[in-house]
């Protein structure tokens, strides 16, 4: 793949502010989630080597690339002129007689779209496509009389014909003698639902999903997960040799779904604090606790997960924890786990009294597991 080893099109580590790199990281996971959610039986990521960001369908004979330039923006809208940095064509049935100020054709070689074209269109053995991502809407008019700003993703041959007509003679610019004629099919114009200011703990609720189905005993790991996958990738775009060759390329920047796979895998060897809590409350039921206070634990349980990984704490959980801990450090389980049980919460309830039962039963059983995985 020649286009591995051209500077012209290559991007390499550093040029981005930290926020925008912890933006492109964080949906670089979502992608991951995305393409195995759809059943993608390969992929390999490369983080800046061509271009932000890039999609091909195999590490091993790839048969299609997709270029993704991603843009954090902070105030507005994106225009045309700073997408493109063209002139705003007059519409020829609007203002038939417009004296438009006219910018060189060349200027496009600069702009985003320009450089994701000139990326996509070294590519000429394998299948390749654009997407120019923001979180921040396109304010442009398309042929439909809809707006990108609303209407994402839209592939920019979708533009009115003077648009149309003005990108692609720019575009043919970047091209060598005798090369195809832009396709401007073949870029596309997608805003991201991925927020700026707090990136990581949006991946980690759409992590909390996929864990969700695919290995419902591990969602509460969700936000451990996508920081070990970011720990991972982080040096994959911190790289700024460039590569020769593609092997170097995949080796220096290239994250692939066996190694999304075997992260996932890694999951499996971490102590289940589920399943042990599943034979707790069985042998509580067993011992008399009611069936509705059985199922009340595992409802709180849930709700504390899903609290921990979302970053959103009730005040006084810590309190509990704490007070959780304390208790356990002087007082073991007897042959009764109802009767431990009983204890604890009798104990806890003079410290929280307006706390529910079931919440700080959920509480106790997380930390007397929490002890006991320490103990072994």
Not at 1 to 27: P, V
Not at 99 to 104: L, N
Not at 202 to 209: A, D, E, R, Y
Not at 276 to 294: H, K, R, T
Request: hydrophobic share 40%.
């Amino acid at each position: 793949m020649s286009a591995s080893s051209d500077a012209s099109i290559a991007e390499t580590g550093g040029g981005h502010g930290q926020k925008g790199i912890e933006y492109q990281r964080n949906w670089a996971i979502l992608q991951m989630l995305v393409l195995e959610e759809a059943g993608q039986p390969d992929f390999i990521i490369l983080f800046e080597a061509i271009q932000d960001i890039a999609i091909l369908d195999s590490p091993e004979f790839p048969t299609r690339i997709e270029l993704n330039q991603i843009k954090k923006k902070d105030r507005g809208e994106w225009t045309w002129a700073g997408l493109t940095k063209l002139h705003q064509p007059p519409d020829p049935v609007k203002q038939p007689k417009s004296k438009t100020k006219i910018k060189s054709l060349a200027d496009v070689a600069e702009s985003p779209l320009g450089k994701l074209h000139a990326a996509v269109h070294a590519f000429n053995i394998i299948n390749s496509s654009g997407r120019f991502i923001s979180n921040a809407g396109c304010d442009i008019v398309m042929a439909n009389n809809s707006n990108a700003a609303t209407s994402l993703p839209v592939a920019l041959d979708t533009l009115p014909a003077h648009f149309s007509n003005l990108l692609t003679t720019a575009l043919a610019t970047l091209h060598k003698t005798g090369s195809p004629p832009p396709d401007l099919a073949k870029l596309t114009l997608v805003k991201a639902d991925l927020p700026v200011d707090d990136p990581l703990t949006f991946t980690v609720g759409k992590t909390l999903t996929f864990l969700t189905k695919r290995s419902p005993k591990h969602a509460g790991q969700a936000q451990s997960f996508v920081e070990s996958l970011l720990a991972k990738i982080a040096p994959l775009g911190a790289k700024t040799s460039t590569c020769s060759t593609f092997e170097e390329m995949k080796s220096q920047h290239g994250y692939s779904r066996s190694d999304f796979i075997a992260a996932l895998a890694s999951l499996e060897t971490v102590v289940d604090v589920d399943y042990i809590l599943n034979i707790w409350l069985i042998q509580l039921q067993q011992e008399g606790m009611s069936v509705m206070d059985v199922t009340a634990i595992r409802v709180a349980v849930t709700a504390i997960y899903r609290r921990q990984v979302m970053g959103a704490k009730l005040p006084q959980e810590t309190a509990i924890e704490m007070a959780c801990n304390d208790w356990l450090e002087t007082h073991t389980a007897s042959s009764k786990l109802l009767t431990f049980f009983e204890a604890g919460l009798e104990h806890l309830a003079t410290q929280f009294p307006l706390s529910k039962s079931a919440e700080l039963r959920a509480h106790f059983a997380l930390k007397a597991i929490e002890k006991c995985m320490d103990l072994s």
